[in-house]
Antibody
Framework: QVQLQESGPGLVKPSETLSLTCTVS?????????WGWIRQPPGKGLEWIGT???????YYNPSLKSRVSISVDTSKNQFSLKLTSVTAADTAVYYC?????????WGQGALVTVSS | EVVLTQSPGTLSLSPGERATLSCRAS???????LAWYQQKPGQAPRLLIY???TRATDFPDRFSGSGSGTDFTLTISRLEPEDFAMYYC??????????FGGGTKVEIK
């Protein structure tokens, strides 16, 4: 059974960088598939942030592309998200998921609040 | 970029009733690459339907998906209490590959 778990700071100051890591178990990232990040502001809908292939190829939401970076560490079976210059509008639950075109396995989500 | 419009925003129904949710795309979805997700409060979304009509293994056959091109439908034949939730559609046939609709809330009337 594929499982994903997000980790990282729950509070980030405005203008700083949000960093989250997703640890995958039950499947080796290096075996294939794409891996993605999705976020959901409180009370709102889902927004795809970006996706990475195990080789390191990335695809980003054009609306966030200038601030987003996703990387992969196959030795740790993890992939990571960095979002720079955050504002209150970036406050959301951040999910990592396996991206098979659709998203078939999801982490439980990590709430990140942007506040001073 | 494809824009997905879900309607209605909220659907108020009673257990046992039929629910029909719509997802309309601003341009044709290649190969009917459309998925539906169910999300309950405080939980991550769960994949419900992919390829417009293939049901994920966790879900019973009262859930069905249909449609092609730009118009897609999720139908719940007879609502059970556990079906009251948010439902999102997502297309993955075009670029960028992760566009979601705004969601439909199915609530108890």
């Amino acid at each position: 059974q594929v499982q994903l778990q997000e980790s990282g700071p729950g509070l980030v100051k405005p203008s700083e960088t949000l960093s989250l890591t997703c640890t995958v178990s039950g499947y080796s990232i290096s075996s294939g598939f794409y891996w993605g990040w999705i976020r959901q502001p409180p009370g709102k809908g889902l927004e795809w942030i970006g996706t990475i292939y195990h080789s390191g190829s990335t695809y980003y939401n054009p609306s966030l592309k200038s601030r987003v970076s996703i990387s992969v560490d196959t030795s740790k079976n993890q992939f990571s998200l960095k979002l720079t210059s955050v504002t209150a509008a970036d406050t959301a639950v951040y999910y990592c998921a396996r991206h098979t075109g659709y998203f078939d396995y999801w982490g439980q989500g990590a709430l990140v609040t942007v506040s001073s | 970029e494809v824009v997905l419009t879900q309607s209605p925003g909220t659907l108020s129904l009673s257990p046992g009733e039929r629910a029909t949710l719509s997802c309309r795309a601003s341009q044709s979805v290649r190969s009917n690459y459309l998925a539906w997700y169910q999300q309950k409060p405080g939980q991550a979304p769960r994949l419900l339907i992919y390829g417009a009509s293939t049901r994920a293994t966790d879900f019973p056959d009262r859930f069905s998906g249909s449609g092609s091109g730009t118009d897609f439908t999720l139908t719940i034949s007879r609502l059970e209490p556990e079906d009251f939730a948010m439902y999102y559609c997502q297309e993955y046939g075009n670029s960028p590959p992760g566009t979601f609709g705004g969601g439909t809330k199915v609530e108890i009337k």
